[in-house]
C-alpha cells in the first residue's frame, strides 16, 4: 500500500472524474501513521480509504486503528471494507465500535448477503453497499424500498471483473430515474463532497 498508493494518486491526479482511494496499514508496524497520512491524503485529494484486513493482515477494530478511525469519522471520509462470507461479523463489530464511521461494504458477492446487509442498513445509518457483486434478482429494488436509495452505492468491481455486467444491471434496475442516478453517482458525489482533509 505505501508504493501503490502513490502510484494510484499520481494515476488520478491528471483525470477529474477519478478519485484515489488509498489502503490503510495499522500504525503498530511503523509503516503508516495518521499523524501522516492525513496530511498526505490532503496533499493528493484522496477522500477515501480502504480496509484490507485479510489480504494485509491486521485487525479491523479500534485497538489498532482508534486514532484513525475517530480522524475518519470527524471527517466523515468513507472507509470501503471488503464484505462476504466469514467478513460480515467484523464489519458489524466495527459498526458496534464506531457507529458514526462510513463504512462501504464491498466486493461481497450476489448469493444471500441480504440477512447480512439488511441488519446493518438498518442499525447503522453509516453503513453503504455497493452492488458490482449484487446481482441477485429484484435485490436491489427490494433494499431500496425498506431503506432508500441513498445508501446504496454503484461499483463494478473493475479491474477483476468487466464493467460492462455491473453497468448493465444499473441500467435495467426497475426502479425510478432518481433512484437510479442516486446510486449511478449522486451518492458517491455526496460523500466525496461531505468528506474534509
Known sequence: PLVTNLQVA?????????????????????????????????????????ARPEGNRFLLNTLTFGPLFDALIERRIPLFVPGGSGRWEQIAALLRE????IVIACEFGCWGQDRYIRPLLERFEGFHIETSTLELDGGIPALMRDYGPRRILFGSFYHRRPMGGASLLLRNLDIDR????????????????????
Open 10 to 50: 499520481a494515476f488520478c491526479a491528471p483525470h477529474r472524474r477519478l478519485h484515489p482511494v488509498w489502503n490503510v496499514l495499522p500504525p503498530q508496524t511503523g509503516e503508516m501513521q495518521p499523524h501522516d497520512l492525513l496530511p498526505a491524503m490532503r496533499e493528493h485529494g484522496v477522500k477515501m480509504l480502504a
Open 178 to 197: 432518481e433512484a437510479k442516478a442516486l446510486i449511478a453517482h449522486g451518492n458517491i458525489e455526496r460523500l466525496l463532497a461531505e468528506a474534509t482533509l
Open 98 to 101: 464506531l457507529p458514526r464511521l
